[in-house]
């Protein structure tokens, strides 16, 4: 279907399905810690939630151990805004960290911040690099360790929509690969109960 959609439109073919990896089922149980640290004025940090209205500090650890990813993580969010909410921010798509999504019940009315994100990982299997677990197949040698640097910036709406911006550069992930990764997400989330 994807090389039929490059030539009907007259994009580039894609190249490499020959080379992919062969289908095997994949299991991963992930583990993550956060801490959010708010600013005050005498004491240092808290983790009192009503300091956190214009900044706060998020600090994590986490690891995955899995036949798809063996790897583990150490990273910290900076957030600073308008009436930030008493959660961890704007997640990447696989963190384990936020099963809602971050919106909670108890959120402000309205609230905005910018923030930014360093993560490093250190990656003992990646079977995107390494290649298949059980059999032979296309692999490259992959970097053991890599970092993510993220910013972005979230708007959260009449307390259960929240719209976000998020770009992360990521360094190289195997030898030899030509450039760094850069992507980014712009994601709208809505709360509602049943």
């Known amino acids: 279907m994807q ?3 490059h030539d009907t439109f007259h994009f580039d073919i894609p190249q490499g399905w020959d080379h992919q990896l062969h289908t095997e089922p994949g299991l991963e149980i992930k583990y993550a810690r956060l801490w959010r640290l708010t600013p005050t004025c005498l004491s240092g940090l808290t983790t009192s939630p009503e300091s956190g209205r214009y900044c706060d500090f998020i600090p994590y650890v986490g690891g995955t151990v899995g036949n798809i990813l063996v790897a583990g993580n150490v990273g910290a969010t900076l957030r600073v805004g308008w009436d930030l909410p008493n959660d961890f921010g704007v997640p990447i798509n696989d963190s384990p960290y936020s099963v809602n999504g971050g919106l909670t019940t108890n959120a402000p009315e309205f ?3 910018g923030f930014g994100r360093a993560e490093g990982r ?3 299997h990646n079977i995107f ?3 298949n677990s059980f059999r032979d197949g296309p692999h490259v040698d ?4 890599v970092a993510d640097l993220s910013f972005g910036l979230a708007m959260r709406l009449f307390r259960h929509v929240e719209l976000s911006y998020m770009r992360v550069i990521r360094t190289c992930e195997f030898v030899h690969q030509p450039n760094k990764d850069e992507f980014g997400s712009i994601t709208a989330k809505v ?4």
């Open 191 to 194: 709360m509602f109960s049943f």
């Open 142 to 145: 992959k970097e053991p360790l």
């Open 3 to 5: 090389k039929w959609f």
């Open 111 to 113: 609230s905005a911040y």
């Open 129 to 131: 690099l390494d290649g």
């Open 122 to 124: 250190a990656v003992g």
